[in-house]
């Protein structure tokens, strides 16, 4: 079997751009995990996110104060739903952000979990009352959710494969 192997003819293997590009930024993932400040910084981004969400939402809110006294006074409309469903959906995501930034200092792939969580939060919920009040104008917070949300599946895929091979 030994002498069959050394005479078998090989192809060699094309590193295609699409396998180069993933390796590189394979390669720059572990580089940046192996640096000190990167959990916290993480943790920062998602946090900042979070506040910028919520700063968003509360804007909506004093811009549209007048609707507000309405619903205190019993009669609601249906923007006044749409921006406290936003709110509590905000409010929900961003606990389960805070929750996440508290789980980075024992567990990266758990921290990573409830970040991917808070950002299906704003995708699913959040986005579609934002959607339902200005429409295409909610197109660039929906992207960038989109993007953090690929971000952090790539994230969790590395925090797995980094499990096998520890085992």
Same mark, same amino acid.
């Given at each position: 079997? *030994? /002498? ?5 003819? *090989?192809?060699?293997? %094309? %590193? ?9 930024? *394979?390669?720059? &993932? @572990? &580089? =940046?995990?192996?640096? @000190? #400040?990167? !959990? ?9 996110? $979070? ?8 804007? *909506?809110?004093? !811009?549209?104060? %007048? ?5 205190? +006074?019993?009669?609601? $409309?249906? %923007?006044?739903?749409?921006?406290? #469903? /936003?709110?509590? $959906? ?15 200092? $024992? ?25 339902? +009040?200005?429409? =295409?104008?909610?197109?660039? #917070?929906?992207?960038? !959710? ?11 895929? /590395?925090? +797995? ?7």
């Amino acid at each position: 079997l *030994t /002498q069959l192997l050394k005479h078998v003819q *090989t192809v060699p293997v %094309d %590193d295609s751009r699409l396998l180069k590009i993933h390796r590189k930024v *394979t390669d720059g &993932y @572990r &580089y =940046f995990w192996h640096h @000190r #400040g990167s !959990n916290r910084l993480v943790g920062a981004v998602f946090l900042l996110q $979070s506040i910028v969400f919520m700063i968003a939402v509360l804007g *909506t809110m004093f !811009n549209s104060v %007048d609707s507000f006294q309405a619903l205190f +006074r019993g009669s609601d $409309s249906y %923007d006044n739903r749409l921006i406290i #469903g /936003q709110l509590v $959906s905000s409010f929900v995501a961003a606990a389960f952000v805070i929750y996440g930034a508290i789980k980075l200092r $024992s567990s990266r792939a758990d921290a990573l979990e409830w970040f991917r969580r808070a950002v299906l939060i704003n995708l699913f919920l959040a986005e579609f009352f934002i959607f339902s +009040r200005i429409e =295409f104008g909610a197109i660039p #917070g929906f992207l960038v !959710n989109l993007l953090l949300l690929l971000v952090l599946h790539f994230a969790l895929d /590395q925090e +797995r494969q980094a499990r096998v091979r520890k085992v």
